[in-house]
Nanobody, 122 residues
Framework: QVQLVESGGGLVQAGGSLTLSCAAS????????MGWYRQAPGQQRELVAS???????NYADSVKGRFTISRDNAKNMMSLQMNSLKPEDTATYYC????????????????WGQGTQVTVSS
C-alpha cells in the first residue's frame, strides 16, 4: 500500500504564511511527478504547483511568486511554502504523487492524500 499524508494546514490572516508538507509511505520504489492541488467549496480541483523528480517546477499563475514547491527525494517528502496568502487561497489542499511501487513492474499509479484545510481570513 501507499499513503500520502498532508500536514501543516490551518487558519491564517491575509498576508501570512503557511508551509504544507506531504509524506509518502508504504511500498515505494520510485516517485516521479508530485504536486499540490486545491479545491474550494463549489469549485473544481485545480493544480497549484508541481515538481518533477529532477526538481523542475510548475506553478499556477495565481500563486506564482508567492508559493514555492520543493521535495526531498531521499525522504519521500514534498513541501509547499505559501507566502502572502490571500482569502482566495482558502481551500482544501491535496498532495498528489505518481508512484512506481516495485522494481519488478514499470507500472505507475497516481495517489492522493486526504487533504488539509487552509483558511485565510481577510
Amino acid at each position: 500500500q501507499v499513503q500520502l499524508v498532508e500536514s501543516g494546514g490551518g487558519l491564517v490572516q491575509a498576508g501570512g504564511s503557511l508551509t504544507l508538507s506531504c509524506a509518502a509511505s508504504g511500498t515505494i520504489f520510485n516517485i516521479y511527478g508530485m504536486g499540490w492541488y486545491r479545491q474550494a467549496p463549489g469549485q473544481q480541483r485545480e493544480l497549484v504547483a508541481s515538481i518533477t523528480s529532477g526538481g523542475s517546477t510548475n506553478y499556477a499563475d495565481s500563486v506564482k511568486g508567492r508559493f514555492t514547491i520543493s521535495r526531498d527525494n531521499a525522504k519521500n517528502m514534498m513541501s509547499l511554502q505559501m507566502n502572502s496568502l490571500k482569502p482566495e487561497d482558502t481551500a482544501t489542499y491535496y498532495c498528489n504523487g505518481e508512484i512506481q511501487r516495485s522494481w519488478k513492474s514499470i507500472t505507475r499509479g497516481t495517489y492522493w492524500g486526504q487533504g488539509t484545510q487552509v483558511t485565510v481570513s481577510s
